[in-house]
Structure formats: C-alpha cells, structure tokens
C-alpha cells in the first residue's frame, strides 16, 4: 500500500526508534503508548498490593502485614488504580485514538500533549517514591479530614498524597483541554456531530467531566496543603473547622470521576461490539444522549458517599432520588449493547469477549450500586465490603475488562501484530472466574457486617470462609495478567505483519496502515456516515443511505 | 456460565445464615428489620432483573454466534424508537417504586418524635475505643454498651479526635461520629444479647481493633448494672494492691480515670473504675482475663500495634497492678 510504504520511509528517515526520540516525541501516537506502558506497569505495581492485601486478608488475625504497611498499601492501591492507571489507560487510548478516528494527523496541542504525559508520569513516580521517605501515603484513596491533618497523620505520605494529587490533576486538565479542543477543531470534512464514533464521544464527555470537577479537588487538597504546612485550620475541628467540608469538596469530584474511569471504557465497548456482531451500534443518538446525561447526572449525586454522615433527610432523599435516575441512562446503555448483538454475527475474539464480559459484570455493579442509593439500606451497607464489591464491579469488571477490549482490538493498529488469540482467551477466561471469586463474596462479608479497610479480623464472625475464597480468587487473577504479560512479550519477539485492518473494522483508524504513519493520513478522508470504512467496502448497504 | 453467579450468592447467603454473623438480615431492633426487609425486596428485584438480562445475553451468545461458511451479512438496524422508548420507560417506573420505599422506610427508622426518650447516651469516639456516657445516671464506660430490653435509648455522636462510625448492624445502621458536629440516632430492642459493633470509618492504624459490643439487659439486669457502675472504684486492702493502687492512681492517671462518674473524659484511656465488669478490652479485641491483661501490660504495642498507650512498667510493678486491676468488678 502506498501509505504504508510512506509511512515506514518516512519514520526511516527520522531514523526514529531510540530512546530520545520516544522521551522527545510529540506525536499523538506515541504519546498514547508512553501513556498506556506506564499505566499498565503501575497497573502490575497496584496488583501486587492488591495480592499483599489479599494475603494478609486469608485468614484471621493473620499478622503477614502489620497495621501500618496494610493501611499503606491499601490507600496506594486505590489511588493507583484510580489515578495512575485507569485515568492514564483512558488517557492513552484517548491520544491514540481520538487523531485517527476523527481523520486528523495529530492531536490540537501536541506539545502540551507531551507535557501531560510527563506530568502524569512525574506525579506517579513522585508518589511512590514516599515509601523511600519515611512512608507512604495511608488515609484512604479518598483520605477524609481530619484524618489526614498532620496531628494525625504524622508522617510525609500525607505531603506527597497531595503533591501528587495536584501533578496528576494537572497532566489530566491539560490532556482534557486539548481532547476537548482536537475533538472540536480537527474532525475530517462530513463528521458532524451525529458521526463521530463513540469512544471519541466518550472521550469528549469525559474530558468536560474533568475539567470542571477537578477544580474541586484541587481546592480540597490546596486547602489541607495550608492546613499541613501553614497551620491552616480548614479541616481541624478543634480550631473550628469543618471536618465534612473536605468530603463536599471531595466527593464533588470524586463521583464524576466515577465516570471518567467508566466512560472512556463504555466507549471502547460501543467500538468493539459493533464491528464482531457485524452490525451497526443500535442506537447510536440513545447512547450519545445517556453518556451526556450521565455527565450532567454525575454532578448532581456527590452526597450519596455521604448518607451516613448526618444529613437531613431532604437532602437524603434528594441525592437518592438522583442517584436512582442516573441508574437509567446507564440501563438504556447495557440494552444497547445488546441490542447491537441481536441478530448479530458474532465472532468471540479475545477483544469481543472483554466486552461481553463488561457488559455482563457491569450490569451487577449497576444492580448492587442501586441497593447503595436505597439510602435505609446504604446507611447499613455503606463502608462495609460490599462497597468494595460495587466498585470493583464497576472498576475492574468494567473499566479494567474494557481497556483489556481495547488493548486486544487495537493491538494490531498500534504494532502491526495482532495478540495470540488462545493466550487472549486464556486471559480473559481466568480473569472472570477470578474476578467473580473475589468480589461476588465481597457482597455477602458486607451484608456480614465486615468494614471496609481492616487490616485484620478476629475469627467467629463467620468472615473466614469467604475472605479465603477471595484469595484465592485473587491468584487466579494474578495467573490471567501473568498471561497476558506473556502474551505481549512472545507477540513482540514476532516479525509485525502490518496487517491494515484485520477485524474487518468500521472506522477510520483501519483505513490506514498498521502502526500508522507519524502524519497518520496521506489524504485527509472525508466522511459521510458513523462508518466510513463499512461504507467503502459494502457501496451498496452504505451507512448514508439509512442512518437516521 | 453466568447462571452460576446467582447459584454462588444464593449459596453465600444460605451459608452466612448458618454462621454467627453480626448481619443486619438477622435484626434485633426494628429498625434494623425494616432495613433487612427493604434490603431483601431490592435484592429480589435486582435478582429478577438480573436473570431476565444476562439470560438475555446468553440466549443472544449462543443463538447469534457466526457460524462456520456463513458469509451472509446481517440485517443492519440502526435504531428502534418503540424499543428504546420501553427500556428507557421500564427502568424510570422501577426506579419510582424504589424511591417510593426508601421515603417509606427512612421515615419508618427515623427517630420515633412523638415518644419520650427513656434513656439518654453520648458516645465518644477515641482512637481506637470507644467512651460511653450515661450524663442522666452519672456513670461512664467503654466499649460494652448496655441498654435495658424495650427502652428507647437517645445515642448522641461525638468524637474528640477524627471520624469514626458507629455500627451495630443487628441494631442500626451506620451514623459518622464526627469532630464538631453533634449527630443523634437512636436505639432500640425487644430481644435481650449482645450485639457486636465495629467502628466503620477508616480512623487510622488500629481501625481493625475499634470494636465494642451493645449489650441489651432485661430491665433487672440494667438496674444491678447500674447501680455496680455508680458504685467508687475498689479500695486496695493488700500491700501489693495499695502499691497498684499508686500506680494507677499515679502514672496510669495521666490517661486514665478511676472515678466511675468521670464522663466526657479529657483523658485518652478509657474509665478504669469498674474495668472488671466488661469482659473485653482494647477496642472490644482481647477477651478480658488475668493473662490477656498481663501480656497487655507487658506490651501494648505488641497486642495492639500503634496504640496511644505506649508505656513501659517494670514487672514487679505490674504484678501489683495487676493484683489491684483483678478488683474492679
Ligand atoms: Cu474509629
Ligand atoms: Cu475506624
């Protein structure tokens, strides 16, 4: 093919394969991949805290852990989980993708895309090195005040908690800015509005979700930053300040971050499922209607973490009335989904079942999130296990099983080889066993009355039995991603095929070569329906002839 | 294959009813019972719900799956307006059902206006214990709350250093004990036992070992409890109990009182006066005895790893705090 034979002169001439050239590269492309190799190997660091959790968590009073590392390692597992790998795996599709599936040669700002990158990459590394420092953070992912005041948390985790915090929500507002701006700006001639794939809605949406919420956090955190260093007194109640204050501020942001870690991976599923049951998404306005409703949504419902804390009941009842609607939009999404699939032709690559499995288990982290809004039952179930049930539902069994959907699917596009199937379905296979295993019991320990975040039980309350199946569960996980871990590395050793579009795809990034050419097209396409490359290779059942 | 989930978690649920767990699904209040009940018409809706869908899935895996030589295009549908308008319909009625039980029942477990409370507590949240105070009776314990059988018992929340919440599933649900803000709940039970509690807010190192339990007496019982607790700590009549005695009432009382009517302590041990009435210690953790209270006294960082009572006594002296401490019933 012409552009591919440009493409690979071109990057020829560059002679553009050593180190610098990645640590000084602009191009989206790259980007994208420092972005999605970092994050997976913070992805393998959060896994084994998650294990050491596990281990510790086999049996009673186990004493594998003490208090203090238990209580680091978990607040870093979250933090990581959240921060540094789904936030940046997004982040690294988004830079990857967005450009070709819109028909643009780069992202609007590629210099600030680089600074993002970095950004984020300074704040994880930052982060850990605490534990060289005298400790790691220890307060939780969503570390509450007064907690985390220096009367109580002594240690310098706290500082480089909020250090990293603000870096990361940096890199994640400039990555935002310029999603917004290349999605706005870059789109090829004919991509209105109605066209543009989903992942690049998705994409959109999530961006605007950050850049307004996370103001809120940066405040939250500046205003402890004060607090620790200048004798501040915003959250320190004996001084007359508010303890909830930092949960209003918190979860302000911390509930539309819920979406900015679900979304991006909703949008690679509506991607992937189309093109392996060989049908259009069914839908496709319903689907772009309920991911804008839900970022509305999203910003309306902070206080449902909050049930607990003392609230009067109108309030109560407001934020579980919301929180119940937004349940719909994310109904109307699940039923999409398998409308696309009705009737299909459905072919179950690795990539297609990553998405069937999100789709299946993101539907119990639906159906158990909506017990947490039921606010009676919340105030008994809330901070026990089952909420660490619910998130993992959504979090692994959604956005993790989404991202591993799209890793599979666009593999091929972004080296030219595509992932060992077998191994790939090895993988996905051993993650849902092991996922359920783990998380399906979280539910029953909740309902048992076990908090979330002890180091430790005491035996004769009927926890053990589960918390060692949970292990258990957890190790098959660990086999899963040791596979896939496999599964990259003898791809690697192979020669690339540089297969151009080898799942008979419909959008714009199969049209070009595999990996693309730094300027990604020869010719800007010009696009007429939501699946440009469908139409090219069936004229006659051409998109623009029925899309409504 | 995902039939089996619902297989797993009716398991689970049959099996954790067969142990001792302190489940809210076994209730012993009535709030917790009308927390229970709502819990299990949800539960019920969401199984429904979830069946109908992931069998819905399944049918459509295995009866759309390609088969092998078939080349023949699908029909492409690109929307449904009729089908789309009834799920997204579906979902709002069952989420107005839903709201329509939850007011139900918040306004069912909120605290009943109209009765008089018979009994008035404020609970006192420390790292990692938990202060009880009795302000209408004069009298203060820790982590062993007791209730007479049938009272309706007024709980106000306080804490003196972070958030901490308090959980007795079999009674109530969670409230946050928060700094500065002064949160009520109530309490209330027909069944006489003991209730285990658990502090569920993440409160720093020892939040696993901040358990207590609530325990409801018949209206004798609370009475003779009652009246032990308003009772002076023990007076030593031994040698070695009067040389406990000083220390107690020496270095142990920079943290601890031993006047039974000391409430809202500003010290950060626990009320030490009638330490034998309670039959756990150290955040409702080790089972109260001579020996436990020896290897505590030994070494309280060993048992309890981070815990403000950081302190070293010689072994001589401990043996007679001991033979002192073995008093207070
Ligand atoms: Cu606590
Ligand atoms: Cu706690």
Redesign the interface.
Known sequence: MTIQAQGMSHRRELGANGLLSWIMTVDHKRIGILYLFSAFIFFLVGGTEALLMRIQLAQPDNKFLSPEAYNQIFTMHGTTMIFLVVMPLAAGFGNYLVPLMIGARDMAFPKLNALSYWTFLFGGVFMYSSFLFGGAPNDGWFSYAPLTEKLYSPTHGMDFWVMGILMLGLATTIGSINFIVTIIQLRAPGMTLTKIPLFVWTTFVTSFLAVFSLPSLTTAVLLLLLDRQLGAHFYNTAEGGTALLWQHLFWFFGHPEVYILILPAMGIVSMVIPVFSSKPLFGYAAVVFSTIAIGFLGFTVWAHHMFATGMPTVSLLFFSADSFLIGVPTGVKIFAWMGTMWKGKLRFTSPMLFAIGFVALFLIGGLDGIHLAVVPVDWQITDSYYVVAHIHYVLFGGAIFGIFSGIYYWFPKMTGRLLNESLGKWHFWLLFIGMNLVFMPMHVLGIEGMPRRIYTYGPGRGWELWNFVETIGAFIIAVGIALFVINYIVTMLKAPTHEEDPWDGFTLEWTTSSPPPAYNFAEIPSVRSRRPLWDRKHPELADWRNEA | M?RK?GV??GL??L??AC???????EPASSI?N??AN??RI??IM?LV??VL??G??IL??VR???RAN?E?????????MR??VT??VI??LL?IV??I???Q??NA??APSHLKSDLNIRVVGH?WWWEFDYPDLGIVTANELHIPKGATVQVQLESV???H?F?V?QL?????V????H??MWLTSDQVGEY?G????????????M?FKVIVDSQQDFDAWVANQQKPAYQPQTEDEQAGYMEVTGACAACHSLDPSDLNTKKVGPNLAHLFSRSTFAGG?FDLNEENLRSWLADTQAMK??NDMDIKILPKTRDQIISYLLNLK
Request: proline fraction near 7%; glycine fraction near 4%; include cysteine.
């Open positions: 995902f989930f797993l978690m689970a649920i099996l954790s142990q001792p767990s302190p489940t809210f699904l917790s009308h927390e709502l819990y949800i539960l969401a719900v979830f869908v992931e819905a899935l459509i895996l759309d799956r390609k078939n023949k295009l699908p029909a492409q549908i690109h929307s449904n089908l789309e799920w997204t979902p709002i989420v839903l709201f039980m939850t007011v029942t918040v477990v909120a790292r250093d972070v958030i919440s959980w599933p109530s649900g969670k409230t946050d928060v700094p500065g803000q949160n009520t285990l658990q502090c569920a807010e993440f409160c720093g190192t020892e939040h696993a070992l358990r953790t790893p981070g």
